[in-house]
Structures are given as C-alpha cells and as structure tokens.
C-alpha cells in the first residue's frame, strides 16, 4: 500500500471503549477503509489493563501495565516513518515529562494533535487519584508548541 495512504492512531484506549476515540475517530473507520486508508491504532491502555484501570486496588497490575504501554510507545517510534500522518488523540503518554510527545513531532511525517475540553480539568478517577501529581501539566503545551497549526474549538463555537 502507498506510503501516503497510512495513518497511525496514538490513543489511550482500545478501539470501542471510551466515547471521546468513538467521536473524535472511530467512527470514521470505515470510511477511511473504503477510500484506501491503512489504519493502525496503537493504544496507551491494553485490553487487560483496561479491565483494571478503574478499579480501586490492582496497584501491582497497573504499574506492570503502565510499563508495557511505554514498552509500546517505543515501538511505535521504531515504526513512525512508515506512516504518512500519526493522529495523536489526547496524549502520547499519560504520565511524566513530555519526552515521547517531543520524539513524536521530531520523527513523524506530519503530525495531527487532536485534544478535547476534558485536559484543562486535570482529574483522574476516583482510583487513581495517587497519579494527578506525576500527570505531565506542561505535555499538552510541549506539543502546542511542536504543532504546526493549533485550532481551538471556542473560536468556532463563540
């Protein structure tokens, strides 16, 4: 397939799980399909860490988890220059400094940040509430800054 016609979805979910990915780009799937697209989603949040992830407890399973969704991330940058557009739907990384966000405007073709109003709120889930201070606050700028056009949707809603 030509190299112009792959996209890499960076998301924190699997496919059909949270409704931000099924607004922002699930649903379109099917379309980018029928007009030639080859599309990859790479997820933060594996399919058993999501059966965990907000559920009080689990401690041990969810940092085992979160180093495998790093171990990921790694991947995906050996992998970045075989696609034409990476779509990033709010965030690289869920946790530290903006390091992998920095690699990713570095390395990728063309690059597609796309945030929704839930970052400005800065919350966690009730079990998870330990991990709001490791969240990265400046990893949302750092790729403000690295990204070529920033729309925000106030300016089309006022």
């Known amino acids: 397939m030509n190299k112009n016609k792959k996209i890499l979805i960076i998301c924190p979910y699997p496919t059909d799980k949270a409704p931000s990915q099924r607004l922002k ?18 997820p933060f949040v594996t399919e058993n860490f999501w059966k965990v992830i907000y559920k009080k407890g ?11 969704g790093y171990f990921i991330r790694l991947i995906d940058l050996l992998r ?14 869920p ?9 990713f ?9 796309d945030i ?7 919350h966690s889930s009730d079990a998870n509430k330990f991990i709001i201070k490791a969240k990265g606050i400046s990893k949302d700028d750092n790729s403000y800054e690295k990204s070529r056009s920033c729309d ?7």
């Open 25 to 42: 780009y699930e649903q379109y799937f099917n379309y980018f399909n029928d007009n030639g697209w080859q599309i990859t989603v790479s």
């Open 58 to 68: 689990h401690f041990f399973e969810k940092i085992i988890y979160t180093i495998y």
């Open 80 to 93: 970045i220059k075989k696609y034409s557009i990476i779509y990033i739907h709010l965030w690289v990384t």
């Open 95 to 103: 946790i530290g400094l903006p390091i992998f966000e920095w690699l």
């Open 105 to 113: 405007a570095k390395l990728s073709n063309k690059m597609i940040y």
């Open 116 to 122: 929704d109003d839930m970052i400005f709120l800065g």
């Open 152 to 158: 925000y949707m106030y300016t089309y809603l006022r």
